[in-house]
């Protein structure tokens, strides 16, 4: 059995336990560790190289749109704060640079088989400005037309209706994402972000009845003024919204590093241990309306591609979470959008100032990245396995890797000892296993492989792992 497939089982005390600061593990080695010394250059020859393989990998797309018409407190994205649709043409005029010198680089042939736009509120794009950046892209990058491709986009509700998803459709958008976080109103006015049940069902059902093969929603646990009895109400509202997907994301205060959070009341803020009753009720509530857990913060319905991907083992994941694509090459367009191309990772300049300066010298707007030595590539494996898989054989692994597994990971092993003492995995002669107890934790399970987290303090720079 795979033991990704396992219900997982919370248990408050051990996740209290384990509940410290670390990566995501959308990438490894994680951002904080990319390199300033990767520029364009470096950029460029990957690319060639990635080209010149047998098979070249199909390639993800990346666009992230910075604009907000009004800021949410507890948002740590990189957006700017406007009303102003004037500044969208101003940042466009880059990006479309951006995306005919960065087009330039690949083979033609190389087929688009994932679209995803971010942000920022990606709807602040009205359909005219959205169908024209779709048809540069599209006239610049070979998109695919298989029935399997994914299209996707996130949508703040506040600002969209059924006729904006309608014309979404329209541009060959099939995959939505709607923010929702809590529909309970004291945590709204909290947050700044009002935001009503009847908004948010609009654009679902447009999204459903245009087309589009998934709509998802976002919540967060841990926001302020957030209580149970008012988190049942939000879960309630959501289950009746039936989603294909729903991810719950622990809210990461972190007030130093992005200034929305300075509006936030740390007070009302609620205690650690009402902060894991907020996750385990959303556990409980949405596995018993049929939806299945994924891993970390990731819901979908037994039918949903994520969760068929889960039971046959071909699970993985990218910047965006869990994915059923994460073959693909990533190219990041946009402001502080990241790619990931062969054995690299590179992020484009993170304010719009450097973002315009390199591209009006006609450069790509590269402000760092990272090439990965063999050992980042191994490690990268092996937690990707063990966060999408839940299993690890060590024999298996050792001989695709040319290592004797035992010597190559002796420190990490002990440092696992604990973790199978604790139950949150099995050590046995031949495999790693995570239980359903461990399946809460993965985030915990990989920092014992992660080859830089000794040398750092992981509390500057990462969110609670729970």
């Known amino acids: 059995m795979n033991q990704a497939s396992q219900t997982p089982e919370f248990d408050a005390e051990l ?6 600061n670390g990566p995501r593990y959308t990438s490894y080695p994680a951002a904080p560790h990319f390199r300033g010394d990767f520029d364009e250059a470096a950029l460029s020859s990957v690319i ?31 957006r700017v704060i406007t009303r102003d649709i004037g500044k969208a043409d101003v ?23 994932q679209l995803h736009f971010g942000g920022g509120t990606p709807n602040f794009l009205d359909l005219p400005r959205m169908r024209d950046l779709v048809g540069s892209l599209a006239q610049h990058w070979n ?15 506040r600002f969209a209706n059924g006729d904006y998803v309608r014309g979404l459709a329209d541009l060959g958008f099939n995959r939505i994402s709607v923010g929702i976080q809590d529909f309970d109103p004291a945590v709204q006015q909290a947050v700044n972000r009002i935001q009503s049940v009847a908004e948010t069902r609009e ?15 976002d919540l967060i646990y841990g926001l302020p003024r957030q209580t149970l009895a008012g988190f049942d109400r939000t879960l309630d509202e959501v289950i009746d919204l039936n989603p294909d997907r729903v991810a719950v994301y622990g809210y990461a205060h972190l007030p130093n590093l992005f200034k929305a959070q300075q509006q936030i009341v ?6 650690p241990g009402v902060r894991l009753e907020l996750f385990g009720r959303a556990l409980d509530r949405l596995t018993d309306a049929g939806y299945v857990y994924i891993g970390m913060d990731h819901f979908a319905r037994a039918d949903d591609e994520l969760a068929r991907a889960q ?40 304010d719009l100032f450097g973002y315009f300066a390199a591209l009006d010298a006609g450069k790509l707007p590269i402000a760092r990245g990272l090439h990965l030595d063999e050992d980042d590539l191994i490690r990268r494996k092996l937690i990707g396995k063990l966060m999408c898989d839940g299993q690890l054989d ?24 604990r973790l199978d003492e604790d139950g949150l995995v099995t050590v046995d002669e031949r495999a790693i296993h995570v239980t359903p107890k461990g399946r809460l934790l993965l985030r915990s399970i990989a920092m014992c492989f992660d080859a830089y987290l000794p040398n750092e303090t992981p509390s500057v720079r990462y969110s609670r792992t729970i």
Do not use: W
């Open 15 to 20: 996740i209290a336990r384990y509940d410290t």
């Open 48 to 78: 060639r190289v990635s080209n010149d393989e047998p098979i070249p990998r199909p390639l993800s797309i990346y666009v992230h749109v910075p604009f907000c018409m009004s800021p949410c407190f507890y948002c740590g994205c990189n």
């Open 91 to 113: 940042y466009l005029e880059r990006l479309y640079r951006e995306i005919e010198l960065m087009a330039s680089k690949f083979d033609p042939d190389r087929v688009v088989r």
């Open 143 to 157: 998109f695919s037309s298989a029935s399997d491709r994914e299209f996707g986009i996130e949508i703040d509700p």
């Open 203 to 217: 654009v679902l059902d447009a999204a459903r009845a245009a087309g589009f093969v998934s709509a998802s929603v």
């Open 266 to 271: 740390a007070d009302e803020l609620p205690e």
């Open 311 to 350: 039971r046959a083992g071909t699970l993985q994941r990218n910047f965006q979470g869990y994915s059923t694509h994460g073959d693909c090459d990533i190219v990041g367009l946009g402001v502080s959008a990241i790619g990931r191309i062969g054995n690299s990772y590179s992020q484009n300049a993170r």
């Open 394 to 417: 060590r024999q298996a692994f050792g001989d695709q890797h040319r290592l004797i597994f035992n010597e190559y990971f002796a420190p990490e092993l002990e440092r696992l000892r």
